[in-house]
């Protein structure tokens, strides 16, 4: 007789292996729920108090460790943001380190279909075993345990985890999907190649080759754990593309190689100096005449503060998201100009922007 937590192959939840054992994903589902009461329920009245506390403490909201600081001092005397915030973050604590264990206990077996997955098509993957990685790529980013390169299944807890962390509104890849769907064509609508940079486990790269199914879709990051998922996921979905290790700052491609380049919520996880070297690298490997298209945190303006408000920026604070603080107080539409690229198109999707930029003729 099977019980809740014996551990089977269970199959997957939409293109997502299920975790070991029932138990675990009754957990799971648990805490996606509190998530998702606190988050969608509550974010945009926290968000407002949050910068109220703020404004009558008389302390400005400054993206950078010192006004993090200044703010859980001002947070101090609210326990309902308090509260909000520190159970945000036990929740994400909670359900990394459940899908981790819950996974571990296969482990043997996924490391084997990684293995078995790196000889097949379609597509392909490639990655260099002995890549030495910069600093800024090692942090515990979404304070995920060993971040995004350090242990082989990060792939699989990033899958899972996200599924998690949009409260359900990307299941089967939806939001990927719908964001692959409206992400702008260059004006004379030639897509014959295609590159995502910062592809993680290549939910927006499979969506793009959906999307241009005659075109060469290619997806890069610089954790080879999360490539190799990357292409296992493909492989199972038989869509073909192809994966590759590297870093956003220095891409192994000709000049003006690609018709489309696209980077989806990337650049608020890399610092401001890197930022600057991919934009260079994504013009170059640009044709005159295609587009770069930026999916990422949103400009903030005096009635829709965002992501830069107190909220968003003790989120990066608490969520392991260290070089978030330098994006959301850049201008990422004048870095873009500087590298050559004029801005055609901004438009808001909630807390996202879609900034759209082509390379002149």
């Known amino acids: 007789m099977t019980i809740s937590n014996t551990i089977i192959d269970r199959g997957k939840i939409g293109d997502v292996p299920a975790l070991s054992a029932r138990a675990d994903e009754a957990y799971t589902e648990f805490i996606s729920d509190t998530r998702n009461f ?44 308090a509260t909000f915030l520190r159970i945000k973050r036990s929740c994400q604590e909670i359900y990394k380190n459940r899908i981790i264990e819950s996974y571990g206990k296969r482990g043997e077996e996924f490391l084997r279909r990684l293995d078995e997955a790196d000889k097949r098509g379609p597509g392909s993957v490639t990655y260099d075993p002995n890549f030495v990685y910069p600093d800024y790529a090692t942090v515990d980013i979404h304070i995920q345990p060993g971040g995004y390169t350090a242990r082989p299944l990060v792939g699989m807890y990033y899958d899972y985890g996200t599924s998690i962390f949009y409260g359900g509104a990307n299941q089967d890849d939806a939001l990927h999907n719908r964001l692959a769907r409206e992400t702008p064509l260059p004006k004379d609508g030639k897509v014959e190649r295609v590159i995502d940079i910062g592809c993680s486990v290549g939910q927006f790269t499979c969506a793009l080759k959906k999307r241009f199914p005659a075109s060469e879709v290619i997806g890069i990051d610089i954790g080879a754990p999360m490539v190799r998922y990357a292409h296992l996921r493909a492989v199972e979905q038989n869509v073909d593309v192809h994966f590759a290790q590297m870093p956003s700052e220095a891409l192994d491609f000709p000049n003006g190689h690609f018709d489309l380049v696209a980077c989806h919520i990337l650049f608020h996880e890399i610092p401001l100096q890197v930022i600057k070297k991919t934009l260079t690298e994504a013009y170059r490997v640009l044709r005159p005449g295609g587009s770069f298209v930026l999916w990422d945190f949103a400009t903030a303006t005096p009635e829709n503060p965002g992501y830069s408000g107190l909220i968003g920026m003790m989120d990066a604070a608490d969520n392991g998201e260290p070089y978030a603080h330098s994006f959301v107080s850049c201008n990422v539409e004048k870095l873009m100009a500087d590298a050559g690229f004029t801005l055609r198109e901004l438009g808001r999707k909630g807390m996202l922007a879609c900034r759209v930029c082509d390379k002149p003729v």
């Open 38 to 81: 606190l988050l969608h329920a509550h974010w945009a009245g926290m968000s407002k108090a949050g910068n109220a506390a703020m404004k009558d403490a008389g302390v400005p909201i400054e993206h950078s460790q010192a006004g993090v600081a200044k703010a859980r001092e001002v947070i101090a005397d609210h326990s309902d943001i």
